[in-house]
């Protein structure tokens, strides 16, 4: 039997990412090269990052994607930025988790990733929307605020995401919900179109000399007196050096890879247009929102603050993107009752790539380079670790990023196939319900 959702879709509803009515992915259908210096396999942020990067050394790459440029998360994602902020939310005893010396270099260099992507707009002259409007993280239950604490002690220790924690009576000033038991709100954090910054950087990329091919499946390599022979769908690329950036797309051309990271899928809707008064009514400071519950909320205004665009993990498994769609919108009026009887225009769905310790990771294996492992984290992270990896191939940075010498770890018997994702979604949905968190 099929649900009626017309109480919730708008006429014209697409299943289809709402960035892409101003950016959608780049078909690029350039004739693979023989050679060149570095072959990128994946055409997401990461990928691109690398090859800017390369092409500000003079060192040539191809970008291979199997679909078209920036059609991964890239173009999907919620937009939401900060540095170190996204950190903490790995694990909220990451102070226990990790060394103290490398945890403290990993926010420093977190934090300083912060910057960088601010330069990199402004230096790349990318147009996309970016604002610095902060971040608002609501706890979901008392003990979040604890939690919550610790992390803005954490940030404001690395001195300068001047996080504030904000008690429920004055939550109000935030956001008109009383689901929330305070939150906290960090002022270093921003906001982008996530696919017209990926198509500014693969247009910089393309300016400094990279080769952007779509519609290239790699399908594997061989090595042979320190040159790869890259497999693809249209022939072979010889490379120098590979570089793996595909992320929550990782598949069977790279297994090694592909063990190391569990794909989860997030989706995401945009409502119709409310007008920015009633935007603002929700979202008093039209900053970028998140929560701290298992299952978290993720929420912002459109670019011209004239809808919201709310997002999840609807499903820990693949469903249908309409119902997906239903569940997000009964999710965001449970959170904003003000906006019941709104409808929706678009849903949509992306993978992110979680690492088994929910951190980003930046490396090299047998001669081949990789930056994975966003933890539904990855515009700043992955452009920075896009640039990471490319110092890497180049060579002589006296510094590698604190990222590079984490372990990368697996799990025991684990293919890259995760079976055990509709469990892992019970027993977080559990969680959440046991904190007190019940969607009506
Ligand atoms: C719904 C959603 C919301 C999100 N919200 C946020 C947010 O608000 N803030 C934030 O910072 N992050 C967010 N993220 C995470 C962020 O989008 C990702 O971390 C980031 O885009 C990852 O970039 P990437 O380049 O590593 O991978 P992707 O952009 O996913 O690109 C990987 C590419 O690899 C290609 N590929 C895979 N295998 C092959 C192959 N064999 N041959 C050729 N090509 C291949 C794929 O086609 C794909 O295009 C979100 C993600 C999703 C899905």
Known sequence: MSADFSEIFAPGF?????????????????????????????????GLSTAVELGRAGVKSVVLDREAIGW???????GALSGAGSLGRAKSNLQQAVDPKLLAEMVEEAEASFDEFEALIEREQLDCHYRRCGRFVGAHAPKALDMLKRRADMLNAAGRDDAEILTRDRLEEEIATDRYHGGLVIQRAGSVHPALYTRGLAAAAKRLGATL???????????????????????????????????????????????????V???????????????????????VYGDTKKILYYFRPSPDRSRILFGGRASFVDTDVRRAGARLHRFLTHLLPDLRGVKITHAWRGNVAFAVDMLPHVGERDGVHFALGCNGSGVVTMTHLGRCAARQIIGGDNRPSAFSRLPFPTLPFYDGRPWFMPAVGTWYRMQDRLDGWKVG
């Not at 991964?72 to 919620?78: C, D, K, L, T, Y």
């Not at 249209?234 to 570089?243: C, E, K, L, Q, S």
């Not at 989706?267 to 929700?282: D, F, H, K, Q, S």
């Open 265 to 287: 899928p997030s989706y995401m809707i945009a409502t119709e247009p409310l007008g920015e008064a009633r935007v603002r009514a929700n979202l008093r400071n039209a900053r």
């Open 213 to 263: 091919c779509s519609g290239v499946d790699v399908k594997g390599w061989t090595q042979t007196g320190g040159r790869f022979a890259v497999e693809t769908n249209h022939g072979v690329v010889r490379a120098g050096t590979i570089m793996v950036a595909t992320n929550g797309y990782t598949g069977a051309a790279t297994p090694w890879h592909r063990r190391r990271l569990i794909p």
């Open 14 to 46: 697409v299943e289809r990412p709402f960035w892409w009515e101003d950016g959608p992915p780049l078909p690029a259908p350039t004739p693979l090269p023989d050679e060149t210096d570095v072959a990128i396999i994946g055409g997401g942020i990461a």
């Open 72 to 78: 991964g998360a890239s173009s999907r994602n919620g």
